[in-house]
């Protein structure tokens, strides 16, 4: 048996960042590494250009994420203002290429995942440095806001984190379930889908697994890289 973190994500609109290139910015359909290792970051004020935190964070958890709602796609389509490419120039924030004169104007579209509900599960290297019981604890009363993959996709409904003990996966995850009557016509599905880290004890029967370029290497340079993760479709209980 082993401490595992549960909590649970709702909200209006969630992005899930997949591989980006040029103006489109696509969103995965269930939460990435990277998002989930960014929200217990933000819970514990760990800021972005603290590597070795970051660093430390990432190695130390494993974790799976029962999607219990798949929610509906939603793409963005905008125009952004950006500065021209030079040489020996770099950008970190936005407001640093905001003061550039002679904007560029550019066409941009986004992808959201809208009314779509997630369980997580997250399980603590002995020797972490956060106890499974201190993150609980830090996602109730967070250092930094949270939100779902993007600043623009607040949460909805209460995290309600608890630690529960449970030999794999599937008996963390069994220990939660969203009520109903929080997300009327939401939970409509019969089936869900189930995610977890390769290697990791999942406890589900896989049926398959796929690759996802989301293990945060650097969060100052936005480098990451890839990572496998089983699957398994469930049929709901009740």
Same mark, same amino acid.
């Given at each position: 048996?082993?401490?595992?973190?549960?909590?649970?994500?709702?909200?209006?609109?969630?992005?899930?960042?997949?591989?980006?290139?040029?103006?489109?910015?696509?969103?995965?359909?269930?939460?990435?590494?990277?998002?989930?290792?960014?929200?217990?970051?933000?819970?514990?004020?760990?800021?972005?250009?603290?590597?070795?935190?970051?660093?430390?964070?990432?190695?130390?958890?494993?974790?799976?994420?029962?999607?219990?709602?798949?929610?509906?796609?939603?793409?963005?389509?905008?125009?952004?203002?950006?500065?021209?490419?030079?040489?020996?120039?770099?950008?970190?924030?936005?407001?640093?290429?905001?003061?550039?004169?002679?904007?560029?104007?550019?066409?941009?579209?986004?992808?959201?995942?809208?009314?779509?509900?997630?369980?997580?599960?997250?399980?603590?290297?002995?020797?972490?440095?956060?106890?499974?019981?201190?993150?609980?604890?830090?996602?109730?009363?967070?250092?930094?806001?949270?939100?779902?993959?993007?600043?623009?996709?607040?949460?909805?409904?209460?995290?309600?984190?608890?630690?529960?003990?449970?030999?794999?996966?599937?008996?963390?995850?069994?220990?939660?379930?969203?009520?109903?009557?929080?997300? $009327?016509?939401?939970?409509?599905?019969? +089936?869900? %889908?189930?995610?977890? @880290? =390769?290697? *990791?004890?999942?406890?589900? /029967?896989?049926?398959?697994?796929?690759?996802?370029?989301?293990? $945060?290497?650097?969060?100052?340079?936005? +480098?990451? %890289?890839?990572?496998? @993760? =089983?699957? *398994?479709?469930?049929?709901? /209980?009740?």
């Amino acid at each position: 048996m082993a401490d595992y973190l549960v909590f649970q994500l709702y909200g209006p609109m969630a992005a899930w960042g997949d591989i980006a290139v040029g103006e489109y910015r696509p969103s995965f359909a269930h939460p990435s590494k990277s998002a989930i290792i960014g929200l217990l970051a933000a819970a514990l004020g760990i800021r972005r250009d603290e590597e070795e935190r970051q660093r430390s964070l990432t190695e130390a958890c494993s974790f799976a994420v029962r999607v219990d709602a798949m929610g509906s796609l939603l793409r963005d389509y905008h125009t952004a203002q950006v500065p021209s490419a030079k040489k020996g120039i770099t950008h970190y924030t936005r407001r640093s290429e905001l003061a550039v004169e002679n904007l560029n104007t550019i066409l941009s579209s986004r992808d959201y995942r809208c009314d779509a509900a997630y369980t997580i599960a997250i399980r603590l290297r002995k020797d972490a440095a956060y106890g499974a019981q201190m993150l609980s604890e830090k996602l109730r009363k967070p250092d930094f806001i949270l939100y779902l993959g993007r600043k623009s996709c607040p949460l909805a409904l209460p995290l309600q984190p608890k630690v529960v003990q449970a030999t794999n996966f599937k008996e963390a995850l069994e220990t939660v379930s969203f009520a109903n009557d929080a997300l $009327p016509g939401v939970l409509t599905s019969s +089936q869900v %889908s189930v995610y977890w @880290e =390769n290697g *990791a004890e999942g406890g589900y /029967e896989s049926d398959h697994v796929v690759s996802r370029r989301d293990e $945060p290497l650097s969060r100052k340079r936005w +480098q990451f %890289s890839e990572r496998r @993760e =089983n699957y *398994a479709s469930i049929r709901k /209980e009740g």
